[in-house]
């Protein structure tokens, strides 16, 4: 089969889950045979008129790692130039697009209605706000569709829904959109109108639905009312990486490490997880804790805690990357994911190739097909203290968990996942 | 003449609130008594109020010719002295009968006799006395918690002056032998071994209703066939399983009620065959041979051996610092807290730790309030740290 996937980065340059689930699902689709035409946003990709790049893809960087070589044969990489990364914000955008065009002339445009407020009128290149980016990207975009061949489209998440959808237009193949995450799991009930519409107009017209889990599907059904008949559930998995045999080395006993590793947004739950370690470092005050991540509720949080005392014993480290993620995961003895709502949520796969026992919350994917992780409910503080006060003290809570946690993920593969999506490209008509 | 054997096993234990970190040396409440309560409201309505009922009418049916043996813990009758007396009023009305056996086990449904030789017999002699006051009857019998079983087991019943004890038919016990005829425990020179026949205990406790199964649905003329059959080699088949099976299980409505009823009869049928309890069946028939059993063996899980309860780091853990307290316990000579104690040594609390996660697990579930065994340890070792908190000196 020949898919033509409008996706989300591609190493080294990757930022997070969705690119991470992208590249692993592509992967093991062109493992299986398939050929995959993979369309990536990427900023300042060249400027051709055409606005795309052609990429071989014996010219991808991929320094020294003849691990993909094979595969990547049938992966013809496409960047087109757009600001667009993933679960990106209107004010993100706005600022990524300000540090673009700081050496450009600017003309500075007063709206009278509002005292003091700055447009930047920027006609050349980029969208002037998110969603004409995303518009803009599509039409782009779908210049690819129009020169190849392919039997199905598969879209991630609402930034590529236009794209798909205008590629489906021109070749009338089908169209398959892959959720990973959703207006509501980003912002709670203050969702974005917008981009719910947009949302809810993909899933309506896409020919079947992907979610990452089964937690996923029941908000699309509640929220979005689609029919449970068009939804597949196919569940992420964890790649294996060379760096992880290397990067074993010894924890330090006295010195306990617990771990929130994401953004630190209100989705991925950052308060619980300050307010439980206060409570555990009454009773443990030798315990380290550690928040690696970047986002808006970073100032609150450490503002938070300044407020409960614990600053000497909680560290933030800021946005981490490849190998510095790797290491602070060999470093720690627990690792916590407390979101408020998660779609599915890869990181604690990834922890646990480290050997590192987890809790995660219930409000999310992952806690669907994990057996051997602790799991609380996200705004249970008091028990998620609880349960990490149990792992940084019980040694034999520990072993149990890892040892039955490496059986558990010889059995989670990008593989059987991108079986299951081959599957839904029948299902939609190919 | 080959006997019918008919054993079921009554047990309830006492389940553990929800109790975090922080509870511990705030709050001394441990039982989840709401739970508790509930459970035993529920089982004894739907199990072993109206179960007793067909059971009763059988024996007047039938004239003193259906016969039943019952193992009841002490766990489970001090809740029905709490909550339900009309259900030990009404194992009365059936020891009443002279039809039905009670057999001995330790009080608390215990794994003692592994950890602690003292402890086990104490155990024993509470649950025999019990049984004493509540049904009369002084146990010939013994039946170890989940049929745990070694010669161990096997001669220090015999010291103790049991005519019988119970174990798992398993062919790791057995090899190529069957489980129809009595044994003489290696060792021992009186006590005689009675071996639960698995298939067909399992065809009622497991298989019955079973859609998949390809003797679906099982009727009680077909398993009278079974039983039949397999008499026509051995002295006395063993029918061993858990009284839950009737009616919570297994719904009453699904069939199994009638099932019950009709079974008796069908099995009398055939002029031969008699229904007899453990002691009778040891009074009657001599050991066909000697039988070496030096690891032990129980019915749980496929496995058959102690793994669902110390099969992993958590489990070991529990019951190591659980036992490690004994000597602390007993020096403090406080009945409450040698009570709760014991109380905490129902091998259900361990079992709910179990991580194997098979086929079995379907089975660990029944009547388990945890969603995970991590979440079963932590609770449980919280409240260990508490309880160790009564025992002066340094804790465990």
Same mark, same amino acid.
């Given at each position: 089969?020949?898919?033509?996937?409008?996706?989300?980065?591609?190493?080294?340059?990757?930022?997070?889950?969705?690119?991470?689930?992208?590249?692993?699902?592509?992967?093991?689709?062109?493992?299986?045979?398939?050929?995959?035409?993979?369309?990536?946003?990427?900023?300042?990709?060249?400027?051709?008129?055409?606005?795309?790049?052609?990429?071989?893809?014996?010219?991808?960087?991929?320094?020294?790692?003849?691990?993909?070589?094979?595969?990547?044969?049938?992966?013809?990489?496409?960047?087109?130039?757009?600001?667009?990364?993933?679960?990106?914000?209107?004010?993100?955008?706005?600022?990524?697009?300000?540090?673009?065009?700081?050496?450009?002339?600017?003309?500075r445009?007063?709206?009278?209605?509002?005292?003091?407020?700055?447009?930047?009128?920027?006609?050349?290149?980029?969208?002037?706000?998110?969603?004409?980016?995303?518009?803009?990207?599509?039409?782009?975009?779908?210049?690819?569709?129009?020169?190849?061949?392919?039997?199905?489209?598969?879209?991630?998440d609402?930034?590529?829904?236009?794209?798909?959808? !205008?590629?489906?237009?021109?070749s009338?193949?089908?169209?398959?959109?892959?959720?990973?995450?959703?207006?509501?799991?980003?912002?709670?009930?203050?969702?974005?109108? !917008?981009?719910?519409?947009?949302?809810?107009?993909?899933?309506?017209?896409?020919?079947?639905?992907?979610?990452?889990?089964?937690?996923?599907?029941?908000?699309?059904?509640?929220r979005?009312?689609?029919?449970?008949?068009?939804?597949?559930?196919?569940?992420?998995?964890?790649?294996?990486?060379?760096?992880?045999?290397?990067?074993?080395?010894?924890?330090?006993?006295?010195?306990?490490?617990?771990?929130?590793?994401?953004?630190?947004?209100?989705?991925?739950?950052?308060?619980?997880?300050?307010?439980?370690?206060?409570?555990?470092?009454?009773?443990?005050?030798?315990?380290?804790?550690?928040?690696?991540?970047?986002?808006d509720?970073?100032?609150?949080?450490?503002?938070?805690?300044?407020?409960?005392?614990?600053?000497?014993?909680?560290?933030?480290?800021?946005?981490?990357?490849?190998?510095?993620?790797?290491?602070v995961?060999?470093?720690?003895?627990?690792?916590?994911?407390?979101?408020?709502?998660?779609?599915?949520?890869?990181?604690?796969?990834?922890?646990?190739?480290?050997?590192?026992?987890?809790?995660?919350?219930?409000?999310?994917?992952?806690?669907?097909?994990?057996?051997?992780?602790?799991?609380?409910?996200?705004?249970?503080?008091?028990?998620?203290?609880?349960?990490?006060?149990?792992?940084?003290?019980?040694?034999?809570?520990?072993?149990?968990?890892?040892?039955r946690?490496?059986?558990?993920?010889?059995?989670?593969?990008?593989?059987?996942?991108?079986?299951?999506?081959?599957?839904?490209?029948?299902?939609?008509?190919? | 003449?080959?006997?019918?054997?008919?054993?079921?096993?009554?047990?309830?234990?006492?389940?553990?609130?929800?109790?975090?970190?922080?509870?511990?040396?705030?709050?001394?409440?441990?039982e989840?008594?709401e739970?508790?309560?509930?459970?035993?409201?529920?089982?004894?309505?739907?199990?072993?109020?109206?179960?007793?009922?067909?059971?009763?009418?059988?024996?007047?049916?039938?004239?003193?010719?259906?016969?039943?043996?019952?193992?009841?813990?002490?766990?489970?009758?001090?809740?029905?002295?709490?909550?339900?007396?009309?259900?030990?009023?009404?194992?009365?009305?059936?020891?009443d009968?002279?039809?039905?056996?009670?057999?001995?086990?330790?009080?608390?449904?215990?794994?003692?006799?592994?950890?602690?030789?003292?402890?086990?017999?104490?155990?024993?002699?509470?649950?025999?006395?019990?049984?004493?006051?509540?049904?009369?009857?002084?146990?010939?019998?013994?039946?170890?918690?989940?049929?745990?079983?070694?010669?161990?087991?096997?001669?220090?019943?015999?010291?103790?002056?049991?005519?019988?004890v119970?174990?798992?038919?398993?062919?790791?016990?057995?090899?190529?032998?069957?489980?129809?005829?009595?044994?003489?425990?290696?060792g021992?020179?009186?006590?005689?071994?009675?071996?639960?026949?698995?298939?067909?205990?399992?065809?009622?406790?497991?298989?019955?209703?079973?859609?998949?199964?390809?003797?679906?649905?099982?009727?009680?003329?077909?398993?009278?066939?079974?039983?039949?059959?397999?008499?026509?080699?051995?002295?006395?088949?063993?029918?061993?399983?858990?009284?839950?099976?009737?009616?919570?299980?297994?719904?009453?409505?699904?069939?199994?009620?009638?099932?019950?009823?009709?079974?008796?009869?069908?099995?009398?049928?055939?002029p031969?065959?008699?229904?007899?309890t453990?002691?009778?069946?040891?009074?009657?028939?001599?050991?066909?041979?000697?039988l070496?059993?030096?690891?032990?063996?129980?019915?749980?899980?496929?496995?058959?051996?102690?793994?669902?309860?110390?099969? !992993?780091?958590?489990?070991?853990?529990a019951?190591?610092?659980?036992?490690?307290?004994?000597?602390?316990?007993?020096?403090?000579?406080?009945?409450?807290?040698?009570?709760?104690?014991?109380?905490?040594?129902?091998?259900?609390?361990?079992?709910?730790?179990?991580?194997?996660?098979?086929?079995?697990?379907?089975?660990?579930?029944y009547?388990?309030?945890?969603?995970?065994?991590?979440?079963?340890?932590?609770?449980?070792? !919280?409240?260990?740290?508490?309880?160790?908190?009564?025992?002066?000196?340094?804790?465990?």
């Amino acid at each position: 089969m020949r898919i033509l996937m409008f996706g989300w980065e591609f190493p080294p340059h990757m930022s997070g889950g969705l690119g991470t689930a992208c590249f692993g699902i592509t992967k093991a689709l062109s493992g299986l045979g398939h050929s995959v035409i993979f369309v990536i946003p990427r900023m300042n990709a060249g400027d051709e008129p055409s606005h795309v790049e052609l990429v071989s893809a014996s010219k991808v960087p991929v320094p020294k790692q003849l691990f993909y070589e094979g595969i990547l044969k049938r992966i013809d990489v496409r960047h087109v130039d757009s600001l667009l990364r993933p679960y990106m914000t209107q004010g993100q955008y706005a600022s990524l697009l300000r540090k673009q065009y700081y050496h450009l002339p600017v003309r500075r445009r007063y709206d009278r209605g509002k005292k003091g407020y700055v447009f930047l009128d920027i006609s050349e290149k980029y969208g002037p706000d998110l969603i004409s980016e995303v518009l803009r990207y599509s039409k782009v975009a779908c210049v690819i569709g129009k020169s190849h061949t392919f039997d199905v489209i598969h879209a991630h998440d609402w930034m590529t829904v236009f794209a798909a959808m !205008n590629a489906k237009k021109v070749s009338g193949k089908p169209f398959v959109l892959h959720i990973h995450s959703l207006e509501f799991d980003r912002s709670g009930e203050h969702i974005n109108r !917008n981009i719910y519409d947009i949302e809810r107009y993909g899933m309506e017209s896409a020919d079947r639905i992907i979610a990452v889990s089964h937690y996923t599907k029941n908000i699309i059904t509640a929220r979005y009312g689609i029919s449970p008949d068009k939804i597949s559930v196919v569940h992420n998995a964890v790649s294996r990486t060379e760096a992880v045999k290397s990067y074993h080395i010894e924890r330090e006993p006295d010195r306990k490490i617990v771990l929130f590793l994401g953004r630190i947004t209100f989705q991925k739950g950052p308060d619980s997880f300050v307010e439980a370690a206060s409570l555990v470092l009454n009773e443990l005050p030798e315990v380290t804790f550690v928040m690696a991540g970047a986002g808006d509720m970073m100032p609150r949080m450490v503002e938070r805690v300044a407020e409960l005392g614990i600053g000497k014993n909680v560290h933030f480290t800021g946005f981490l990357q490849g190998s510095e993620v790797e290491r602070v995961f060999t470093m720690s003895d627990l690792y916590v994911m407390p979101s408020v709502s998660e779609p599915f949520g890869i990181s604690p796969l990834e922890a646990m190739l480290y050997d590192v026992p987890v809790i995660i919350s219930r409000q999310s994917g992952v806690s669907e097909i994990l057996r051997h992780a602790l799991k609380i409910d996200f705004w249970d503080v008091k028990e998620m203290a609880n349960k990490m006060i149990a792992v940084l003290k019980y040694p034999e809570l520990v072993e149990e968990m890892v040892e039955r946690s490496r059986e558990e993920l010889k059995n989670i593969h990008w593989e059987t996942a991108a079986q299951q999506i081959a599957k839904v490209y029948r299902l939609a008509g190919v | 003449m080959p006997s019918v054997c008919f054993y079921f096993q009554i047990h309830q234990p006492l389940r553990l609130r929800h109790y975090t970190f922080f509870d511990i040396h705030s709050d001394h409440e441990y039982e989840h008594r709401e739970q508790n309560r509930e459970t035993l409201q529920r089982v004894t309505e739907r199990c072993y109020l109206p179960v007793n009922r067909i059971i009763l009418n059988l024996i007047k049916k039938y004239r003193g010719d259906f016969r039943v043996a019952f193992s009841i813990t002490g766990s489970i009758l001090d809740q029905f002295e709490k909550y339900r007396r009309d259900a030990i009023e009404s194992f009365q009305r059936l020891a009443d009968t002279g039809c039905v056996e009670f057999i001995n086990e330790t009080y608390y449904h215990s794994l003692a006799f592994l950890f602690s030789p003292r402890e086990f017999k104490e155990q024993v002699i509470s649950h025999r006395n019990k049984v004493k006051t509540l049904f009369g009857q002084n146990p010939k019998t013994f039946r170890h918690t989940e049929l745990i079983y070694n010669n161990d087991l096997a001669r220090m019943v015999e010291k103790m002056g049991y005519a019988a004890v119970l174990a798992e038919g398993t062919e790791r016990v057995l090899g190529w032998r069957s489980p129809n005829y009595v044994y003489r425990p290696a060792g021992c020179h009186k006590l005689k071994l009675l071996l639960r026949n698995y298939r067909l205990s399992d065809d009622i406790s497991f298989r019955f209703s079973d859609q998949k199964w390809s003797e679906y649905p099982l009727t009680a003329d077909k398993y009278a066939r079974w039983v039949h059959d397999a008499g026509k080699t051995g002295d006395v088949i063993n029918l061993f399983m858990d009284y839950e099976t009737f009616g919570e299980h297994l719904k009453g409505d699904a069939g199994v009620f009638d099932f019950l009823r009709s079974l008796p009869g069908e099995i009398m049928k055939h002029p031969d065959f008699r229904f007899q309890t453990p002691a009778e069946v040891a009074g009657e028939y001599e050991p066909v041979a000697r039988l070496d059993v030096p690891h032990f063996v129980s019915w749980a899980d496929v496995e058959r051996d102690l793994s669902a309860w110390l099969g !992993n780091a958590l489990q070991k853990d529990a019951l190591h610092t659980l036992y490690g307290m004994e000597s602390k316990v007993r020096r403090r000579k406080k009945e409450e807290l040698l009570r709760t104690w014991r109380m905490l040594q129902t091998s259900d609390h361990f079992y709910y730790m179990c991580t194997k996660w098979f086929a079995d697990g379907d089975v660990h579930d029944y009547f388990n309030p945890y969603s995970s065994p991590y979440d079963a340890y932590i609770n449980y070792m !919280n409240v260990l740290d508490d309880f160790s908190s009564f025992l002066g000196g340094k804790g465990t």
